[in-house]
């Protein structure tokens, strides 16, 4: 097991965290695909699975906002109507 210590690359003048290994076991075709892609973006496999993983997990944050906002708007629809209700025919005699 690795320690908890952060070891740190030098890029010219700075230094910045190193990131962290992790082993992925892909299906054969779905690497595949990988390598393909890698090859049709001029990147490498590593930069496929950050940015797939990163686009993934924004999607997965956007969904959950999206169910909030649903919710939301459901719990308060009753209310939301009302208040509609109430400007719906204003009496102009009074503005």
Do not use: C
Not at 36 to 42: P, V
Not at 51 to 63: P, S
Request: no cysteine; glycine share 6%; net charge neutral.
């Amino acid at each position: 097991m690795r320690s908890g210590k952060v070891r740190y690359k030098t890029m010219g003048s700075e230094a910045a965290p190193a990131g962290k290994r992790v082993v992925v076991e892909f299906p054969e075709a779905l690497l595949d695909r990988a390598e393909r892609a890698t090859q049709e973006l001029s990147i490498n496999r590593s930069e496929l699975i950050r940015q797939a993983v990163g686009r993934f997990l924004e999607e997965l944050h956007r969904a959950k906002l999206e169910k909030e906002l649903r919710e939301g708007y459901q719990a308060n629809a009753a209310l939301d109507r009302r208040i509609g209700d109430e400007f719906a025919a204003p009496d102009y005699d009074n503005f």
